[in-house]
C-alpha cells in the first residue's frame, strides 16, 4: 500500500488513500466525500435545455473532498477535469 507524504497530497484521485495528515501529522486512510465543485456547474452551463441537470446526478462530475478521520481536516480535494 502506497503512503504519500504531505507533499505529495496533491497527487490524491477519487478513490481513497493513505496519507500523513498535514494537520494532526498522523498517517490515515482519507474519507472521501463527493461534492458540487466548478466542474460540476461549467457542465450544466454548458447543456441545454433539460440536460443542464445531468452532471449534479453523475458522480464522475463532482469533486472528491479528501479529509482525516481522526481529526477532520481537508487534506485534498480533487477535482474531474
Do not use: N
Amino acid at each position: 500500500m502506497l503512503c504519500l507524504s504531505r507533499g505529495q497530497v496533491d497527487r490524491l484521485v477519487g478513490k481513497s488513500a493513505v496519507v500523513q495528515c498535514p494537520s494532526c501529522e498522523e498517517v490515515v486512510q482519507t474519507v472521501t466525500c463527493r461534492t458540487v465543485g466548478e466542474t460540476t456547474w461549467i457542465l450544466c452551463c454548458l447543456c441545454v435545455s433539460g440536460c443542464c441537470l445531468i452532471p449534479f446526478f453523475s458522480d464522475k462530475m463532482k469533486d472528491v473532498q479528501h479529509h482525516c478521520p481522526r481529526c477532520q481536516a481537508l487534506i485534498s480535494t480533487h477535482h474531474p477535469l
